[in-house]
C-alpha cells in the first residue's frame, strides 16, 4: 500500500514538459521556476519530451541509451538532421531533399561539426547600431558541491532576435558540476574556450559603444541598454560593472525567457547546420 502511494506521489509531481519526477511537490516547483521551458525548445516529435538542446534532443532519439519507443517511431519516420518526424517515409524522402538544416550556414566555419568556443567569438559589426541588447549567461558548477554559479557561456542578442555575440568563456576557478542535462556545456566546449577577461572586455567595450566607463555612469550617453533576467548575478559573474539606470532586469518576465530559448534554438540549428 506504502510503495503505491509513493509511485502515485511521485507521478504527480512530474514536469509536463521535459518529465523529469520529484519526490516532492515543492521540488517540482522550484525546478518549473528556474527551467524557465518554452514553446521554442527542441521537442520530441513522438513524446512530446521538451529539450534543453538539439544534442539532448538527440541522444533522446538516437543517443546511446534512446527512448526505446521514440527511437523506434524515428528510425522509420524521423529526420536525422533536424529531428522532426513526418508522416510517411514518403514524405520524409521529400523532406530531406530541401532540409535547411543539411546546409553548413555562412556564420560558421564549414569545418566545425560541433559547438566550440570559436563561433561568435567576435561582436557582429552588423549589430553596431543596437540600442537595446539582451544578455544571459550559462552557468556551471563550482565549489566542493558544485553550488557555485561559475560563468561559461555568454549570450548577446538584439531585440530582433539576431546574434550579436557567442561564446564559451574559461572560468577562473576549476569547475566541479557542469550541469551537462541543463546548460549542455561539457569540458569538450571549454578546451578553447575565450579567457574570462577577453569576454569581458568584448562584452563591455559593445555596452558602452565606445565611450569611456566613466562618461556612460553621466545619463547623457550613446552606451546601450541592457535587458535580461537575473542581470545582477550574470553581470557579477562576468565581473562587469555598468550603471543601474542603464539596466532592465525583468526577474519573471516571459516574454525575455521566451526569447533566451528561441536564441538557444537558433544557436543550436546554426550548429547542427555546419555538420
Known sequence: ???RAESSETVRNKCAACFRQYNKKEHLVEHMRISFHSPHEPTCGICLKHCRSFESLREHLIGPLPKVECAKVFSNQGCNFCLKIFESQQALRIHRGSCQ????????SSSTSRPTAQNFMDIDSRMQSASVVALSC???GGGSDGSLDI??????????EN????TYVRPQIPIT????ERTGIS??????????KQGQRKIQDFLCNGEPIWKVRSKVTRARILVGHGLDHDL????????????????NCLFYSTILMSLKLQITINLQGSG
Open 163 to 166: 546574434i550579436i555575440f557567442h
Open 187 to 196: 569540458p569538450e566546449c571549454l578546451r578553447d574556450a575565450m579567457p574570462l
Open 236 to 251: 557579477e559573474s562576468l565581473e562587469i560593472e555598468y550603471p543601474q539606470f542603464l539596466i532592465r532586469c525583468y526577474v
Open 138 to 140: 550559462g552557468m556551471v
Open 151 to 160: 560563468c561559461a557561456r555568454v549570450c548577446l542578442i538584439d531585440q530582433e
Open 101 to 108: 538544416v543539411t546546409r553548413a550556414t555562412p556564420v560558421l
Open 1 to 3: 500500500m506504502d510503495g
Open 177 to 180: 558540476n557542469y550541469r551537462y
